[in-house]
């Protein structure tokens, strides 16, 4: 059975504190990893997807790297506005249906 | 381009009664997905469409139905409501094509109370 885990269950930084979410999976044949921003009471927002171990994605003041085991959500000098519930989320290879497994996300509050 | 809706916004039923949550996708995407989140958990998944088929079931039972449409919209019924269903769900659409993982894009999500 496909498992993530995500680390810490919540963050509090200052406004310009980089720091690292973390995502621990375990699937047999990775098809994709995905990163979602989600807002209170509203969807997940798509950030990224990554494919295979060693790659890497930016956009803004963040970058996500993946391994064979965890990937990484790096937040360099976070500001108030990247409070939010980031959720990581794997999909195997070879099952039916586009199923994501979803990990408990990070709730990450940046004060000014 | 529309992103993916969902209808209604909010709803409140009462134990042993049944619903129907509505989903219109992006344009351009063949493929529907439906995700349950509880209050502070991750999204879980409930099944997928695809060419008006169900093509995928996560761990829910038959109680939970759906439907897609020609148009690629879709519904999310479920029968005798019970405390445990109420939750926030989870509309996904994608464009699915064989050998890649193509990234799901949600709706807003319809926050479901049941008492």
């Known amino acids: 059975e496909d498992q993530v885990t995500q680390s810490p269950e919540a963050l509090r930084l200052q406004e310009g504190e980089s720091s690292s979410l973390n995502c621990s999976y375990t699937v047999s044949g990775l098809r994709g990893l995905f990163w979602y921003r989600q807002d209170p009471g509203k969807g997940p927002e798509f950030l990224f997807t990554?494919?295979?171990a060693g790659e890497e994605k930016e956009k803004e003041r963040l970058k996500a790297t993946l391994t064979k085991k965890e990937s990484f959500l790096h937040i360099t000098a976070p500001k108030p506005e990247d409070s939010a519930t980031y959720l990581c989320?794997?999909?195997?290879?070879?099952?039916?249906?586009?199923?994501?497994?979803f990990g408990g996300g990070t709730r990450l509050m940046v004060k000014p | 381009e529309t992103g993916v809706t969902q209808s209604p916004t909010h709803l409140i039923k009462t134990r042993g009664q049944q619903v129907t949550l509505r989903c219109s996708s992006q344009s351009g995407h063949n493929t529907v997905s439906w995700y349950q989140q509880a209050l502070g958990q991750g999204p879980q998944f409930i099944f997928q469409?695809?060419?008006?088929?169900?093509?995928g079931r996560g761990n829910f039972p038959p109680r939970f139905s759906g439907l897609q449409f020609p148009n690629y919209s879709s519904e999310l019924n479920v029968n005798a409501l019970e405390l445990d269903d109420s939750a926030l769900y989870l509309c996904a659409s994608s464009q699915e094509r064989s050998g890649t993982a193509y990234e799901q894009y949600f709706g807003p999500g319809t926050r479901l109370t049941v008492t």
């Open positions: 990554l494919y295979s």
């Open positions: 989320a794997v999909r195997r290879r070879g099952n039916a249906g586009n199923m994501l497994t």
């Open positions: 469409y695809y060419r008006e088929e169900e093509n």
